[in-house]
């Protein structure tokens, strides 16, 4: 029974140091606004500054149902920053360095590293990427040059309704990884609980959305600079809509 019990104590440790971990970070995910696709940074509903991050996107991409290229790029437009979709890429791709970020012992989050920020409890340079699908797949979606995490469904085709099973595979520099954490719903539930990528790099869930569905991997590796800060810590969402019944 003490043994039960000890190893129900550390479950529960360990669930919390996950939901904690998910709960500071912030992503990058498309959404349509006003008829028009743009790249959104924040968390849940806290739709934050992206135009002010601009310089901070390395990369925007896009690709036709069959994974080929296709030119898309992103530029601000007022408070938003819009995806030039004329092309009609089926699939859009775009990564974001957030920079070296320490926080210290009052929970303030600071951008510089733990060589500038000795008291830092944490320091953690941070990497954003997001994939967008806009339209059907004639084949499963590939890795995807420059995104080291990125979450793919491992069928080409969507389920159609909200609560239908969707597979998806966690992808780290092109390959699958154990251990990514899941969250369905990043935009709804931010602070869900995560579910881990299994040996495969697969995961299973239902799709929560009949309508914008954004789906967020988190891993954490180690650190490139280690003088600097303690880890890296990949986000990557996958975004897309199933239709609402006609009018």
Do not use: C
């Not at 996950?18 to 990058?28: D, N, S, T």
């Amino acid at each position: 029974m003490k043994k039960i019990v000890k190893l129900t104590a550390m479950a529960a440790i360990t669930t919390s140091l996950l939901a904690g971990a998910v709960a500071q970070a912030h992503g990058i995910w498309f959404a349509q606004r006003s008829t028009q696709l743009a790249l959104l940074y924040g968390v849940g509903a806290d739709d934050l500054d992206i135009v002010k991050r601009a310089s901070q996107v390395s990369s925007v991409s896009g690709f036709d149902a069959a994974g080929k290229p296709v030119p898309t790029s992103a530029a601000p437009d007022g408070r938003l920053m819009l995806v030039d979709t004329s092309n009609q890429p089926a699939v859009v791709a775009a990564v974001l360095d957030n920079g070296t970020w320490s926080k210290t012992p009052e929970g303030k989050w600071h951008k510089k590293g733990k060589d500038e920020v000795p008291n830092a409890v944490v320091s953690e340079h941070t990497w954003k990427y997001a994939v967008h699908l806009r339209a059907p797949l004639t084949a499963p979606l590939g890795a995807i040059p420059g995104h080291v995490l990125q979450v793919a469904p491992v069928a080409a085709t969507l389920p159609p309704m909200l609560g239908d099973p969707i597979t998806l595979r966690v992808l780290y520099k092109g390959k699958p990884v154990a251990g990514a954490r899941v969250l369905h719903d990043w935009v709804n539930d931010p602070d869900g609980q995560p579910v881990l990528s299994g040996a495969d790099g697969t995961v299973t869930l239902k799709v929560r959305n009949q309508g914008l569905n954004v789906i967020v991997a988190i891993l954490d590796t180690p650190p490139d600079d280690p003088a600097k800060y303690n880890k890296t810590e990949h986000l990557a969402s996958l975004s897309f809509v199933l239709p609402h019944a006609p009018e």
